[in-house]
């Protein structure tokens, strides 16, 4: 995406962006959002878990908690009555994998990125169900008419982060780090799970992966708040378009670069914080959520990972 095209998107309104989500199926359960045929997002306060009813069973995505996966089995059960034959971790964090235990006590198998397997190892958590299978850089959950490809590109958020494919229906979901309608500074400024030695490969293997498989849109993992243009409160889609993750990895495109300016100008502090009036704001202006003096708080990550490699 050229620059100018890459601005076009960011500008997009939300209302617009708002006619790329589904419409809910009457009857078939609130929280559920049906998103192509036979794939759904399970929607609990400000997150949403990508599930798939295949026709020979459920493959299902991040439980969130005991209480949020019992709610969502409510809800899969509201839309078929086959049974739920897989559960897969998009990454390691506690608040967003435990409760899978639910889905194991009907049979299902538990699959996580073998990263992820370690971490439970070392750090374990009785909330978190222990996986079943384990996989290094890439595994197939084909269950019936539909597939789940799991890809592992290296850290990125956090140490296992898993990029979803789902597949015919060729949608793509990056938990945490893009979400729909656009491209944005992080919710959380600090930063803790990126990883800056590894996140521009990663984007960069995600869309060499999107290309590669002509993918069109993104299925949202988090739900924030919009404000249309007649200033109505919306949730936001639940589908947008595969152009935010270029649009997003040319946001930490641009903080690489400024990080690297800034210590080639001697613009960082003791502190590792980067001098605000030393950075180009224009390359972020654009982006949700723009709040400039964010920006040295985020820097000072990538600060440390070009002092000491962190």
């Not at 600090?190 to 960069?204: I, S, T």
């Amino acid at each position: 995406m050229n620059l100018s095209l890459r601005w076009a998107t960011l500008a997009v309104p939300a209302t617009i962006l708002m006619l790329t989500s589904c419409q809910r199926v009457p009857g078939s359960h609130p929280d559920v959002e049906p998103v192509a045929d036979g794939v759904f997002l399970y929607r609990s306060g400000d997150q949403r878990s990508l599930f798939m009813v295949t026709g020979d069973g459920v493959i299902v995505t991040d439980p969130i908690n005991a209480d949020v996966a019992k709610s969502y089995r409510e809800a899969i059960s509201a839309i078929t009555d086959e049974p739920v034959r897989y559960v897969v971790y998009s990454h390691y964090h506690w608040d967003r994998v435990a409760g899978g235990q639910i889905f194991q006590a009907e049979g299902a198998e538990i699959i996580a990125q073998e990263k992820c397997v370690e971490r439970f190892e070392v750090n374990p958590n009785d909330a978190v169900a222990t996986p079943d299978i384990s996989f290094s850089d890439y595994y197939e959950v084909s269950l019936g008419d539909k597939a789940l490809d799991l890809y592992y590109f290296g850290p990125s958020h956090g140490d296992c982060l898993t990029v979803f494919l789902a597949r015919p229906a060729n949608l793509v979901q990056i938990v945490e780090l893009v979400n729909p309608p656009r491209a944005t500074f992080p919710a959380d400024p600090n930063v803790p799970y990126v990883k800056p030695h590894n996140l521009d490969k990663f984007f960069a293997s995600v869309e060499a992966l999107v290309a590669e498989n002509g993918v069109e849109q993104i299925v949202a993992s988090s739900v924030t708040t919009l404000i249309d243009e007649q200033g109505a409160e919306q949730i936001s889609p639940a589908l947008g378009p595969a152009s935010i993750i270029h649009d997003q990895a040319m946001f930490w495109d641009a903080v690489y670069s400024e990080v690297a300016k800034a210590r080639a100008e001697g613009n960082v502090g003791i502190d590792s914080f980067v001098r605000l009036k030393g950075i180009d704001l224009t390359k972020f202006e654009p982006y949700d959520n723009y709040e400039p003096e964010n920006l040295p708080i985020i820097m000072r990550r990538f600060v440390g990972f070009y002092d000491m490699g962190r």
